[in-house]
T-cell receptor
Framework: EAGVVQSPRYKIIEKKQPVAFWCNPISGHNTLYWYRQNLGQGPELLIRYENEEAVDDSQLPKDRFSAERLKGVDSTLKIQPAELGDSAVYLC??????????????FGEGSRLTVL | EDQVTQSPEALRLQEGESSSLNCSYTVSGLRGLFWYRQDPGKGPEFLFTLYSAGEEKEKERLKATLTKKESFLHITAPKPEDSATYLCAVGGSQGNLIFGKGTKLSVKP
């Protein structure tokens, strides 16, 4: 079974440029999460989807970040414009119907963003 | 505010030298305590879920235990392949996972 797929794995951009990350979750998983992980820190939730609906986006900086999950499958996270402080690893995770109880999320390998 | 604190930040062991990692938490209504392993350049990988004080889970050389205020991840006779960052998380009141900063474990042969 294929795992969570993310792209690109690495991205280097100049500040003020836009960037987008893509995530394909495990087939059949209805919940999808975007986390941001800074160096030496644990992942921090940006947004959580249940099917197509964003049920928790309270930590998403909405002035520059946006996300969408069309048809309840793939998801895209966009940053425009990027700032130096956005340099981090952006992790996508998916879970089945019971992940809120079991805590069992399946993470992709992440997209490492460097803003110069 | 829900919070997770892990200690130590880093731990260096010799192969075969058993030890424990600590995860202390404050949360309004624990929905579960979760342990993940993260290798460099990879996403976290799920290990265990603990729901109530006194519960224990085991997997190979790892055993996780839970009290009302903290959880321990015991590593018995570790091997170099156990080297990784171990992340602890709790189920938050908003239905998301709140992660600690992790403990970076290095096991030398």
């Amino acid at each position: 079974e294929a795992g969570v797929v993310q792209s690109p794995r690495y991205k280097i951009i100049e500040k003020k440029q836009p960037v987008a990350f893509w995530c394909n979750p495990i087939s059949g998983h209805n919940t999808l999460y975007w986390y941001r992980q800074n160096l030496g820190q644990g992942p921090e939730l940006l947004i959580r989807y249940e099917n197509e609906e964003a049920v928790d986006d309270s930590q998403l900086p909405k002035d520059r970040f946006s996300a969408e999950r069309l048809k309840g499958v793939d998801s895209t996270l966009k940053i425009q414009p990027a700032e130096l402080g956005d340099s981090a690893v952006y992790l996508c995770a998916s879970g089945g119907n019971r992940d809120r109880d079991t805590g069992e999320l399946f993470f992709g390998e992440g997209s490492r963003l460097t803003v110069l | 505010e829900d919070q997770v604190t892990q200690s130590p930040e880093a731990l260096r062991l010799q192969e075969g030298e058993s030890s424990s990692l600590n995860c202390s938490y404050t949360v309004s209504g624990l929905r579960g305590l979760f342990w993940y392993r993260q290798d460099p350049g990879k996403g976290p990988e799920f290990l265990f879920t603990l729901y109530s004080a006194g519960e224990e889970k085991e997997k190979e050389r790892l055993k996780a235990t839970l009290t009302k205020k903290e959880s321990f991840l015991h590593i018995t006779a570790p091997k170099p392949e156990d080297s990784a960052t171990y992340l602890c998380a709790v189920g938050g009141s908003q239905g998301n996972l709140i992660f600690g900063k992790g403990t970076k474990l290095s096991v030398k042969p």
